[in-house]
């Protein structure tokens, strides 16, 4: 019995040791390695639908996640939900077919375990052969290191009030503009 709380210790020892390896032989080339890996998977987060590769996609989420786009309808709460409501982007039409993360700016916690982050996102696709982009949504995130890897916790996208798009305007507030006509 002793041996076998010996050797599972031992293991355990050297799986965090293998995840904390690197910090502890060359802490500044563990920073970049990570900062580089972070970077992916924010990119990828979108990226993804290009090649519709969804166990990728999958591997990029916890299986917490918290995830709150542009609409109040895309409000999803873990990686099962997450799973049901992509089931849409697996039509044959749908297609990934470019993005564009401008100003990232990634930020990693003291203990090096977590990291958030700020963008400008364009993000395009197309259905059915017909483009369409979102363009200039202001997204940000936080993912944490899980079992030696980084995966998002936490991914928000939204419009600054001042830069929502006509489009958006028209298709969820054009009754307040004609109820404010009405009353004129």
């Known amino acids: 019995m002793k041996t076998i709380k010996i050797i599972i210790t031992l293991s355990v020892i050297a799986l965090v040791y293998s ?22 998977t924010i990119e990828q987060s979108i990226g993804w639908a290009i ?11 916890a299986d917490d996640l918290f995830h709150f786009w542009l609409t109040s309808g895309s409000r999803i709460i873990g990686l099962d ?8 982007w697996k039509d044959p039409g749908f297609k990934g077919t470019r993005y564009e993360f401008r100003d990232l700016r990634i930020v990693f916690s003291q203990s090096g375990d977590v990291a958030w982050y700020s ?15 979102l363009e200039n949504v202001f997204q940000t995130g936080v993912l944490e290191k899980r079992d030696c890897r980084w995966v998002h916790v936490l991914i928000h996208g939204s419009y600054p009030i001042d830069k929502i798009p006509e489009n958006y305007v028209r298709q969820f507030y ?11």
């Open 19 to 40: 995840c904390k390896s690197d910090i502890v032989q060359n802490p500044e080339n563990s920073k970049t390695d990570d900062y580089n890996i972070v970077k992916f």
């Open 51 to 61: 090649e519709k590769d969804f166990e990728a996609m999958y591997n990029l989420w």
């Open 81 to 88: 939900n997450f799973k049901k409501h992509s089931e849409v």
């Open 119 to 133: 963008c400008f996102l364009d993000d395009c696709g197309s259905f059915n052969g017909e483009e369409s982009c």
């Open 174 to 184: 054009s009754n307040l503009f004609e109820n404010s006509n009405q009353t004129k």
